[in-house]
Structures are given as C-alpha cells and as structure tokens.
C-alpha cells in the first residue's frame, strides 16, 4: 500500500472536515480521483487560489479578497445599524436570506468557559469602535440562542451599554410552519415569554 500513502493523507484530512467522517472522506476522495480532470484539478486549483488571497476584513471580520470586504465598503449598508454574529457562517446565512441591509460585525466565537474562550478572544473593543466610527445607531444581536450563544448576548450588551446605542435581539420561538407538538420545551418557553399582540 506504499503507492497510496498520498491518497491515505488526503481521506485522513478530509476526515477531520465537519460532517466527514472517514468512510464518507474515503468515497469523497476515490469520487474525486475517478473524475480527476472535472473535479480533483479544477477543486484543487481553486483551493489554492483561495488559501492564497482570502483574508479577514479589517473592519468586520467577513471573509474576503481585499482587507476591506465589499459589505463595509458598500456606502447602500451604512444605515447606522450592525448585525453582530458568532462567525462567518452566520453572515452568509443572513446574507442568503436578504433580510438584513446593514453591515456585520463578526464576533469570532462565543463565551465558552469550557473551550478557554473569554472576551479577550472576541472582536468586541473593535465592534465598541465601530459604533462611534460609523454614527451606529442600532446594534443587533443575531447569536444563537444556546446557553453560550445567549451568554455572550447577554456580555456584549452589558459592554455595549454605556455607548447609548440601541440594542435588539433576535426574536425566540416557534418557526415558521412549526407543529406545538413537535416543539421541545425551551421553544416552547421562549415563544410564550416573546408573544406579541395581535
């Protein structure tokens, strides 16, 4: 098996891609070899385009091709609010559903006392900066609603605070087109407690 060390390392470091596994790394990587010239080269390729000139914005912490990403550049999204995410992921899904027409601020993570991860590792003094740089007049907290996701909510807003900006969450509760009865308990309880007149 010496002839397949290469091919062994590349399935180990698919393996340790999220929800790859090593079975499903192995079939990725023998799918991508029997299609070499339309998939594995042009995969390859771009990777290492991309491992080459992606960068983190100097200002939000998006991905991008320049220091400044085209969201903070856009003068259309300077509508004086900031929609605060944990990561990267969490922009490019408000961005997919074009809800929000603002700029980002990109935490970084959240608290997590258990992963060694305090204040000191988040974007929070830069996100403080921002709100005077760009006249801020609402800071949104768009965190996942888990225990860190609310924590880290909960210790930005009290950071925030003495700036004066306005400060929104999120709202909790049923999804849209959710049955009560397939609804666990926190659910349940959030959508209650954040109930709006009709």
Avoid at 160 to 182: C, H, I, K, R
Wanted: charged fraction near 25%; include cysteine.
């Amino acid at each position: 098996m010496d002839g397949t060390r290469d091919i062994e390392a590349l399935i180990d470091l698919m393996a340790r891609l999220p929800g790859l596994g090593p079975r499903s790394a192995r079939r990725a990587v023998l799918h991508l070899i029997k299609k070499r010239d339309s998939r594995l080269l042009p995969l390859a390729q771009l990777m290492d385009e991309v491992g080459r000139t992606i960068r983190t914005c100097l200002n939000c912490a998006n991905l991008s091709t320049g220091d400044i990403c085209p969201i903070c550049l856009s003068e259309k999204r300077a509508n004086g609010q900031i929609c605060v995410v944990e990561d990267v992921a969490d922009l490019w899904a408000m961005e997919r559903a074009q809800v929000f027409q603002g700029r980002y601020h990109v935490l970084g993570g959240t608290l997590s006392p258990l992963d060694d991860i305090g204040p000191d590792d988040l974007h929070i003094p830069k996100l403080r900066d921002r709100i005077a740089a760009e006249n801020i007049r609402e800071v949104i907290l768009a965190l996942n609603a888990t225990v860190d996701g609310q924590t880290t909510a909960h210790y930005v807003a009290q950071e925030l605070a003495p700036t004066g900006v306005g400060l929104s969450g999120l709202a909790q509760g049923m999804p849209v087109g959710g049955e009560l009865d397939y609804m666990d308990d926190g659910t349940l309880r959030a959508a209650l407690s954040s109930r709006k007149p009709y």
